[in-house]
T-cell receptor, first 113, second 110 residues
């Protein structure tokens, strides 16, 4: 079945540590996105990519980094510079960027040890 | 930046009742999306709307694209326990990323 796979489901980070969240899609979508979800809030955009080897900062990019070396993959690194990383992270993809519905993975919950 | 408001924030209903919720903005959008999120999972797309005044159904769900382009509505008829979850709206306009609302949390009492 086509879809978006995020791993791991749960992740724990120690102080000062970088961690990487995986996102893979087999939908042949060009655009991919990373969102952060905090309790009671809407989704906030961290980074997005419209095409391989290109990505743009979203509204809350500080303390995060991404790469887009392959069409299917869009990993997110939460760096030690992100002082409040505890959240639910969602990856999404769409056929293109302009008004195309986004389809989401099942998320990764990141917690601090 | 653009913001969406969803009303109500949360609601408790009896099984079998109909549900209405809405999403409003001070900005105009070309596209409205409605998603449902179950606990610990990602949002699932329910309905996409692309034209002002458009009314679209998906089973017991019906959504409308407001005439002003600044709002959208979602109705659920004859609610069942599996309707429990958080319902998000998202507004889109050409050349910009979607903006998501804070969600309406629905609880269904047996």
């Amino acid at each position: 079945d086509g879809g978006i796979t995020q791993s791991p489901k749960y992740l724990f980070r120690k102080e000062g540590q970088n961690v990487t969240l995986s996102c893979e899609q087999n939908l042949n979508h060009d655009a991919m996105y990373w969102y952060r979800q905090d309790p009671g809030q809407g989704l906030r955009l961290i980074y997005y990519s419209q095409i391989v080897n290109d990505f743009q900062k979203g509204d809350i990019a500080e303390g995060y980094s991404v790469s887009r070396e392959k069409k299917e993959s869009f990993p997110l690194t939460v760096t030690s510079a992100q002082k409040n990383p505890t959240a639910f992270y969602l990856c999404a993809s769409s056929i293109g960027q302009n008004n195309q519905p986004q389809h989401f993975g099942d998320g990764t919950r990141l917690s601090i040890l | 930046g653009q913001q969406l408001n969803q009303s109500p924030q949360s609601m408790f209903i009896q099984e079998g009742e109909d549900v209405s919720m809405n999403c409003t903005s001070s900005s105009i959008f070309n596209t409205w999306l409605w998603y449902k999120q179950d606990p610990g999972e990602g949002p699932v797309l329910l309905i996409a709307l692309y034209k002002a005044g458009e009314l679209t159904s998906n089973g017991r769900l019906t959504a409308q694209f407001g005439i002003t382009r600044k709002d959208s509505f979602l109705n659920i008829s004859a609610s069942i326990p599996s309707d429990v979850g958080i319902y998000f709206c998202a507004g889109g306009i050409y050349g910009q990323n979607f903006v998501f609302g804070p969600g309406t949390r629905l609880s269904v009492l047996p």
